[in-house]
C-alpha cells in the first residue's frame, strides 16, 4: 500500500515565529545551511498504512528512540534544491519534478517506500507557501529546500524498516563557496573512493557523503577547496567530485563529463548544463575522463576549461588540480568564457531573467 496519493496537509502555523527585524537581519547575510525558517513538514510511513498525516508544524527537534533503525543501518536518502525570488516578486523552484524522480529512484536503491511525486511537489509548495518571507534578497540568493526520509522503527535487526519519517526543512542561503563564483582548487584523493559499481554511487543517501568526509579533510589538508574522486576499479578516470558533477570544456568548445553508469549521481544541474550546450549546438561526450587525460589536456590546451555543478554550488570553475604527483592548472586558472556563459544561461532561466524553454521553472507564488 503505497498512500499519499491525495494527501491533504494539516497547517499548523508556527506560534512563536521570528521576528520581522530578527529575519531581515539573519537574511542579510546567510551564509549557506547555517540558519533555518519556521516551519517543516512532516509525512509518516507505516507497512500496511501508506504514507499519513502530513503536516505543516513549526521547525522543532525530532523525537527520536535511540533504536531507531536510521541510527543502526542508515536507511536515509535526502534531495536538495533552491526556490528563487522572480523579477516580478513571485516565486518559483528550479526542476522540482527531476528531485522528485531522483528522490523515488534513491528509495529504491535504499529499500525504502517511494514517495508519490505530487505528494512531494505538494510538500515544497507547502513550505515555501507559509515560509515566503525567508527568501534572502540579491541575485545570489535563494531558498534551499531540504526534503529528506529516514527509518523510523525502533527495531535492531538487518531489515528494512517497516516504519519511515518524510520531511522538509528550508534554508535561506547565499553562495555554496565563501567569496562567490571564483575558481576553486581540487585534490585528487590517492586513498580514497566515492563508490564501486553496485553501490550506492546513484543514491543520493548520507552514507556517500559520511564516507567523503576524510576525503575532503585530505583535500583541505592539502589547501584545496574540494576532493575529486577517481574510479574505484581502474583508480584512474574521474568519478565525481565530493558533491559535485564535474565537466570539461575542449578547445573546440565540446563538453565532456563522465558517464552515468551508477557509481556517480544523476546531477540535476548536470543534465541541465547538457540540455543548455545542446541547444546552443555544442558538442556534448559523456565517456570516461582520466585523470592522464586531464592533465595533458590542460598542459596543452586541449581541454580549456573545467567546472563543478551542482545544485549548491550551481557552476563552480576548477582552476587548479593537485595530486601525489604534482600540481597543473587548468587554462590561466580563472573562468573560461564557455563555463561564464552556461552559468548565466542557467541562472537566468532559474531566476526568471529568461524565456524557458525547456518547462524548467515551476512558479509557486
Not at 491525495?6 to 546567510?30: C, K, M, Y
Not at 575529486?228 to 563529463?257: H, Q, S
Not at 540535476?268 to 558538442?283: F, H, M, V
Request: net charge negative; hydrophobic share 40%.
Amino acid at each position: 500500500m503505497s498512500g499519499g496519493d491525495n494527501l491533504e496537509f494539516e497547517i499548523r502555523p508556527n506560534p512563536a515565529p521570528v521576528s520581522d527585524a530578527e529575519r531581515n537581519t539573519l537574511l542579510a547575510n546567510p551564509g549557506f545551511g547555517r540558519i533555518f525558517t519556521d516551519h517543516m513538514v512532516t509525512i509518516r510511513y507505516a507497512d500496511g498504512k501508506g504514507w499519513y498525516e502530513p503536516r505543516v508544524e513549526a521547525r522543532a527537534p525530532i523525537p527520536m528512540d535511540p533504536a531507531s533503525a536510521v541510527l543502526h543501518y542508515a536507511q536515509e536518502i535526502f534531495e536538495g534544491l533552491k526556490a528563487y525570488t522572480l523579477p516580478d516578486g513571485g516565486i518559483a523552484m528550479f526542476r522540482p519534478d527531476a528531485n522528485a524522480n531522483r528522490f523515488a529512484q534513491s528509495a529504491q536503491r535504499m529499500a525504502m517506500p517511494q514517495l508519490p511525486g505530487e505528494t512531494f511537489l505538494q510538500s515544497l509548495r507547502e513550505i515555501i507557501t507559509i515560509d515566503r518571507d525567508w527568501l534572502p534578497p540579491g541575485d545570489e540568493g535563494s531558498l534551499y529546500l531540504r526534503p529528506f526520509a529516514y527509518a523510523s522503527e525502533v527495531f535492531l535487526g538487518v531489515r528494512p524498516s517497516m516504519e519511515y519519517l518524510y520531511l522538509v526543512i528550508a534554508s535561506p542561503v547565499g553562495p555554496y563557496f565563501s567569496g562567490g563564483v571564483k575558481p576553486v582548487s581540487v585534490w585528487v584523493t590517492p586513498d580514497y573512493t566515492r563508490a564501486a559499481p553496485g553501490g550506492t554511487g546513484a543514491a543520493k543517501c548520507g552514507g556517500n557523503y559520511a564516507a567523503g568526509l576524510s576525503a575532503q579533510a585530505e583535500a583541505i589538508e592539502n589547501g584545496c577547496d574540494q576532493v575529486v574522486y577517481l574510479d574505484a576499479v581502474e583508480r584512474k578516470y574521474i568519478d565525481e567530485l565530493g558533491g559535485m558533477n564535474v565537466v570539461f570544456v575542449l578547445d573546440d568548445g565540446t563538453l565532456v563529463t563522465p558517464p552515468l553508469t551508477g557509481t556517480i549521481l544523476p546531477g540535476i544541474t548536470r543534465d541541465s548544463i547538457i540540455k543548455l550546450a545542446e541547444r546552443d549546438g555544442r558538442k556534448v561526450e559523456e565517456r570516461p575522463v582520466s585523470l592522464e587525460e586531464w592533465r595533458s589536456g590542460a598542459t596543452s590546451g586541449r581541454i580549456r576549461e573545467a567546472f563543478a555543478c551542482g545544485t549548491a554550488a550551481v557552476i563552480t570553475p576548477i582552476g587548479a588540480v593537485k595530486s601525489a604527483d604534482g600540481e597543473f592548472v587548468v587554462a590561466d586558472g580563472g573562468t573560461g568564457s564557455v563555463t561564464t556563459s552556461l552559468r548565466k544561461q542557467l541562472v537566468d532561466i532559474q531566476r526568471g531573467r529568461a524565456s524557458d524553454p525547456f518547462g524548467w521553472v515551476h512558479r509557486v507564488l
